[in-house]
């Protein structure tokens, strides 16, 4: 089984969503329920609607409880060192372009709760994992190759507050 990163926050957040969804579930069915009241089916745009609405609850709530038996719940306080890691927030710069970015590498079951975040399975995290201040990163992008140099690498702890 592969773990899958994630930092106790992260983790914290994610078991909330799957919570939330899971209190849906009897909304939907009592949507469904009344839909079927109305009679036809064949034509009952309410019925579908809410048969489309749970079929994709039911697929979300299936994914999230899939992954977290695989989850590497991190604590980020513990976090650093002098390479590019999970939890590093690294300032890159594209050597063509000048332009600065800076990224924390989180999860990619996480990215999605902290702005500025990147997953470290993204190609750019993939790129810098295990590098140095100084160090090349070469990113493979559909408009060709990107070439960024580190800049810096810090660790800042937890960047999701609960």
Sequence with gaps: MES??????????VKRELASLKAERPAIIQAIKEAREEG???????????????????AKITYIESRVPKFNVIDMTTLGGEKVAFGATVEIQDTDTDEIKRYLLLGPDETSYCKGSISILSPVGRALLGKEVGDEAVVD????????EVLSIEFFGPAITL
Excluded: F, T, W
Excluded at 40 to 58: C, I, T, V, W
């Design 40 to 58: 036809d089916l064949s034509e009952n745009a309410g019925y579908d609607a809410a048969r489309e609405r749970q079929g994709m609850l039911e």
């Design 4 to 13: 899958i990163p994630i930092s106790v926050e992260g983790y914290e957040l």
């Design 141 to 148: 992008a559909p408009r060709g190759k990107i070439y960024y």
